[in-house]
């Protein structure tokens, strides 16, 4: 019977991108940002490569690792040395940094008993847009906007000048976190056979 040949790095990149592609689904909606993605991906990358390397925390290690993952010596030390980041400090998706950033500042939320903000005029001095601006980098407020109100995140009375902009209470869907983790557990036994 003769040997099957292994894949090629291209069908196994081919693969890798469908299973990314699956699981982004999933991850979006949790706002998850891909930075918080490729630094879990970075670390775990080179912990295997680091204990295929034998464990080791020497320069030779250090080098070997650098070389199997085609990452710096430089890199693979931070990696290997660098605790991942506390979820306090952890990087999210744009819509909820200006979510976050409406919370936690008193111009717009000033009673911080009460469990979300007044609502805000669209433009204006002390606006949705000036939050926009403010925690969202290049991102347009109608953009922004648009994106929040589909997510459930935001709700817009009115139109023009006197448009009201309500911050939404965002759900935390444990079946949505369940789901994701069925998944994984499936992709990761159907990688193991």
Not at 51 to 60: T, V, Y
Not at 106 to 113: I, Q
Not at 126 to 148: N, T
Request: proline letters at 9%; charged letters at 20%; hydrophobic letters at 45%.
């Amino acid at each position: 019977m003769p040997f099957e040949s292994p894949p090629t790095p291209e069908a196994v990149l081919e693969q890798l991108a469908l299973l990314l592609s699956l699981l982004a689904l999933d991850l979006l909606p949790l706002g998850l940002a891909v930075g918080d993605v490729e630094s879990l991906l970075l670390k775990h990358y080179v912990a295997t490569a680091t204990e295929a390397q034998g464990g080791k925390d020497d320069a030779a290690t250090t080098c070997a690792v650098a070389i199997a993952t085609g990452l710096s010596r430089h890199r693979v030390h931070q990696l290997r040395h660098r605790p991942h980041a506390p979820a306090k400090t952890r990087r999210m998706n744009r819509a909820l940094r200006v979510a976050e950033g409406w919370l936690a500042d008193r111009a717009y939320h000033p009673d911080p008993t009460a469990a979300l903000p007044p609502p805000a005029p669209y433009a204006g001095r002390h606006s949705f847009c000036a939050l926009v601006r403010q925690h969202s980098g290049d991102i347009p407020p109608s953009a922004m906007r648009k994106f929040m109100v589909e997510a459930g995140m935001l709700k817009v009375k009115g139109t023009g000048p006197g448009q009201q902009v309500w911050l939404l209470a965002r759900p935390q869907d444990p079946a949505a976190l369940r789901t994701v983790a069925r998944k994984l557990a499936a992709v990761i036994r159907l990688l193991e056979n």
